[in-house]
């Protein structure tokens, strides 16, 4: 028999129930199927008038259930604030309940993987079941994974719903219960994160320097932004002092830490923007920074949804000369311009050549000479700082190389990597060119001399790797799963954090990409034996899974993320297939990839370096770095 007391006191829920996808149907042929588009999260409020679900609200003892998984949402720092969302939870439950229920402090994300489902109880009574993931700890507007186990269980509780005497017509929860014995406890409460996607919690990235003195910049750091409760003054107050606080435990030391302790807002609390602009006084000036390093972090970390307009800093209520108004600040983020340029320009292999997809006549700089370099290619990287390549051939060596001079011939090198397994060799993105491969499981670092460096990043083998777009973070797939850890970046010296499970809703994980700053795409296993691809935050609160399917198995997925100056949220995809087909995909569509415009040379030359009049399909696709 299951003890109620000890139930009701290890459980408190919040949130709002995630729409899971429903399984695409198994094609006849090799093209992937569309079955429709896939649920999204509705828009969440300006913050102001925004509340937190009630019990009264609810219709049914379904939608009880799901109101009681959004009953915490709201700020979640200080102790005040979770005594104030244990009292909302509180709230649904019958005086039985209430009795046993505990004083928490802390609010478990969770993901709801199935339900609620309804089934007729005793008399009066009805259950609602459903089924939850836990992610991590939700404070300071970030999920901590560190108390959950990896992978995390998924655990069936049961609801049992009757009338609200006190109110009729609505509805009261009387006693939540483990559906199997010895379940993983859900100590705490709990938070749906399907509510941290636009309705109850804005996404926002929050920003913190880079300990590359080489190539300093900010680095992204996932945060959720309350929406519920909170004035546009107080949301902008919460990422401020989320700053002061120091960047989450999945940066690690990729970027620099406690610059601002002992350091608070002045106020302390911000008000509206005058004709001025925002005003942020700091009670002091931080260690390690200047005046116009922490604008920029400012400035950054509040756009696009908080505030874009001018800023003016102050230390100690004295005002402070740094550049508020223009948009130089924009420079300093290592995942935008001038760091990276946002080239849309596809390549593949086609035939061991590698091409651009659009104008394959035009071959790249530094693989001009298809006789001697560009030439019995299996998988490659094109960096975008420099005339470099990266090549992984037919012969199982990897060859680093390019024009290292103006008007001079490519040079490439045979590196010390030898093996059978490897992945698509990338550039990571540094002022030295640094290619970064997995052969054979592990990983490894390349310099252009072809020296080799393993990097540890986790015990199982790799077989897929992404780096983020400001090359302080990489996403791995190992031993079937998906993993996120920072990356601190020291000159060529590179060395990687924890690995941070991805929860992502798909198994047999086969590919990974970043899609979005704060997301990846990843490629597994469906509910039927399709491929498909779900994108996922990087703290695997949040999975979409994309209604596209395939019946062939994707060996690789490769994604360009937009410029955050941009705003766009949209990435632009590729897939390849065990069949040996390439694809353009989105999360509604995908378009065969085909080469445009081919030459009509039936073989490539040094001199003319036309395509083939007849190419093969082209394979491999990549973006450059």
Known sequence: ??????????????????????????????????DGPAPTAGPGGSGSDLKAPVAEDATDPGALVKNFLGAVAGKLDVETDFGKANARAKAFLTAKAQRTWPSASQVTVVRVVDGPTSSAGL???????????????????????????MPPPTVGLRFTVVLNEQAPGSYLIDEIAPRTANAFPLTGMLLDSGGLDGQWYQPQLVYFWSTDNARKGLVPDLRYVPMVGLTRESQRTEIVNWILGGP?????????????????????????PDSNGLLINLSAAPQGLT??????????????????????????????????????????????????????????????????????DQLPQALTNVNRDNRNVRYAALSGDHPYAALVKTDNH??????YRDNTEPVFVRSELEGTAWTRPVFLPADDPVVMVAVDGRLYRV???????????????????????????????????AWVCALRVDGQDISAGPPRYIASGLSGLTGIAWSRLDRVLIAGRGTTANYQLAQATIDGAVAETWPVAFSYKITQVVALPRLPSTDSNVPRAMVQTDHNIAYYVSSSHFDPMKL????GSPSPTASAGHAPATEPAPSNPFYLD
Not at 324 to 353: F, I
């Open 447 to 481: 310099d252009l001399q072809g020296k080799k460096t393993e990097v540890s990043v986790i015990e199982s083998p790799v077989t897929a790797f992404s780096v983020a777009p400001d090359g302080h973070r990489i996403a791995v797939i190992a031993g079937g799963s």
């Open 248 to 272: 989450s435990n999945l940066l690690g030391n990729a970027v620099a830490n406690n610059l601002y302790a002992g350091i608070s807002l002045l106020g302390p609390s911000l008000v509206a």
């Open 1 to 34: 028999m299951v003890d109620r007391r000890q139930v009701l006191r290890v459980i408190a829920l919040g949130g709002a129930a995630l729409a899971v996808p429903a399984a695409c149907g198994l094609p006849s042929g090799g093209r992937p199927i569309v």
């Open 596 to 599: 445009k415009n081919p030459g």
């Open 123 to 149: 008399a009066g009574e009805t259950f609602v079941d459903v089924t939850l993931q836990p992610v991590g700890q939700l404070s300071s507007g970030f999920v901590d994974p560190s108390s959950i186990p």
């Open 398 to 403: 990897l060859y680093v190389g390019g024009v």
């Open 291 to 360: 005046s116009q390093q922490v604008m920029d972090q400012l400035r950054w970390s509040l756009r696009p949804t908080f505030y874009e307009g001018p800023v003016r800093l102050q230390e100690n209520s004295q005002n402070v000369k740094a550049d508020g108004s223009s948009d130089m600040y924009l420079k300093s983020n290592l995942a935008d311009e001038p760091y990276r340029k946002g080239d849309e320009t596809a390549y593949c292999v086609v035939g061991g050549v590698v091409r651009e997809v659009t104008d394959p």
